[in-house]
């Protein structure tokens, strides 16, 4: 067993983590500051596995774990356990990693664990709650369709990503149509295995005794071993400047600009160095802010990193009147080239930066459950464990003007782009 410290406000938690022999990872810590606990159950799965046949599985999958199971037959006896219970459940998709939590009393943890897995392990996948599931992500998908931004969602999908639908969690209408119990068991054959997911457990519960129910609640989940999750490879390619016109919300314009970021597995120091650069980026008393928005013609502007595993992205983007597209992507893009000229960057500002990085880092962490659903599953995906998580502070506070430079001279100035002009729906293009 291994432990780890996170202060959660002003309570420290000791993070403890074992691997079962069945090679399902488990992370608990005590918060006894109220008597509940949350059970999170992460998969390593999401747009990213998918093809182009699959496209929409991960997230319909997730739709179906809240349905019935070999011990809670129907919606209803599911639902009646809920409130016996007293669960506050939900789940999410997002390309890269799927999520089921629960809170609940923590004198209830035991029946909340095997709650968790008999959702988890036996899904039954029952056609007619399929056919209403089916009916609820369609309109899920014809929502997202009608939206303004619709249509720069699809030209992102299809300019950055050679597959697009790796970065399209809503999925495929025809796929979401025609998806049927076996092709979901298929999907579960291949990804809802011990050894492609994390529990964590964080609570007012002992961490001995969450230890033991993990094992006695999870332990005869199967190893499958099938999952490609950790063999894929990065999902985006920006290898030459592009420029894409494209419709967008009324009234004002909008430029967005995309280039290949680092992994934290090609070049780990890299992604400290982004976050840094990006949160320098947000001071309205710095240059970027100021030349763009202050004294320029932007009502806002950003730039920043985005640390994912698969689809590391530099990006900037800005809000401004329509007619003044071109000029502003003029200004930006010349802004985006004066990064390395010196003084661009100043230690004052830099130290400003990285006390913002930490402020969120610790607003994050406020509760354990913001911890156990949100910044703990995600970064057990992007980093592959927890490690880069736990010393991402230290590894902040050493980031200097240096490695900032470095960043911007590998991975922003020069590098190629991938443009987004959005105007107005129904505006010239």
């Avoid at 159950?41 to 809240?66: D, I, P, R, S």
């Avoid at 029946?111 to 309109?139: C, Y």
């Avoid at 969450?210 to 985006?236: C, N, P, Q």
Wanted: net charge negative.
């Amino acid at each position: 067993m291994n432990a780890a410290f996170l202060v959660l406000g002003m309570v420290v938690l000791d993070i403890s983590s074992t691997t079962l022999p069945n090679g399902l990872q488990v992370f608990t810590a005590r918060d006894d500051t109220a008597p509940v606990v949350t059970i999170c159950v992460t998969v390593k799965t999401g747009a990213t596995c998918e093809t182009e046949l699959t496209n929409g599985l991960a997230h319909f999958y997730e739709h179906m774990f809240f349905k019935g199971n070999s011990a809670l037959p129907d919606q209803t006896a599911y639902n009646e356990r809920l409130r016996t219970l007293g669960i506050v459940r939900n789940g999410t998709t997002s390309d890269e990693v799927v999520r089921y939590y629960i809170t609940l009393e923590s004198a209830l943890f035991s029946e909340g664990m095997e709650f968790m897995r008999d959702a988890m392990l036996n899904p039954l996948f029952d056609q007619a709650e399929m056919e209403r599931e089916r009916a609820v992500i369609t309109d899920e998908y014809l929502r997202n369709a009608s939206s303004p931004w619709w249509d720069y969602w699809k030209a992102v999908e299809n300019t950055v990503y050679p597959e697009p639908w790796r970065g399209n969690t809503i999925g495929d209408l025809e796929v979401i149509q025609s998806a049927s119990p076996e092709v979901m068991r298929m999907f579960q054959e291949r990804y809802y295995t011990a050894d492609n997911a994390a529990l964590f457990i964080l609570g007012d519960v002992d961490e001995g005794a969450a230890m033991s129910e993990a094992a006695r609640v999870f332990g005869s989940w199967r190893r499958g071993g099938s999952s490609d999750f950790d063999s894929l490879g990065v999902a985006i390619r920006i290898d030459r400047d592009t420029t894409v016109l494209v419709h967008g919300p009324g009234g004002v314009g909008q430029i967005r600009i995309m280039m290949m970021g680092p992994t934290i597995a090609g070049d780990r120091s890299a992604t400290y160095a982004g976050d840094v650069w990006g949160s320098y980026l947000s001071l309205t008393s710095r240059r970027f802010q100021r030349n763009l928005v202050t004294d320029g013609p932007f009502s806002q502007v950003y730039g920043g990193y985005h640390t994912q595993r698969f689809s590391p992205a530099v990006t900037f983007g800005g809000t401004i009147a329509p007619e003044r597209l071109g000029e502003g992507l003029e200004l930006l893009n010349a802004e985006i080239e004066a990064m390395t000229v010196p003084g661009y960057f100043d230690e004052e500002g830099l130290a400003m930066a990285r006390e913002l990085l930490n402020r969120d880092r610790r607003l994050s962490r406020e509760s354990s459950r913001d911890l156990a659903i949100e910044n703990l599953p995600f970064w057990w995906v992007q980093g592959n464990g927890l490690e880069y998580y736990q010393t991402y502070e230290d590894s902040i506070a050493v980031t200097g003007h240096a490695r900032v430079l470095d960043f911007v001279e590998s991975y922003v100035t020069g590098a190629p782009r991938a443009v987004f002009l959005v105007t107005p729906e129904g505006g010239a293009l």
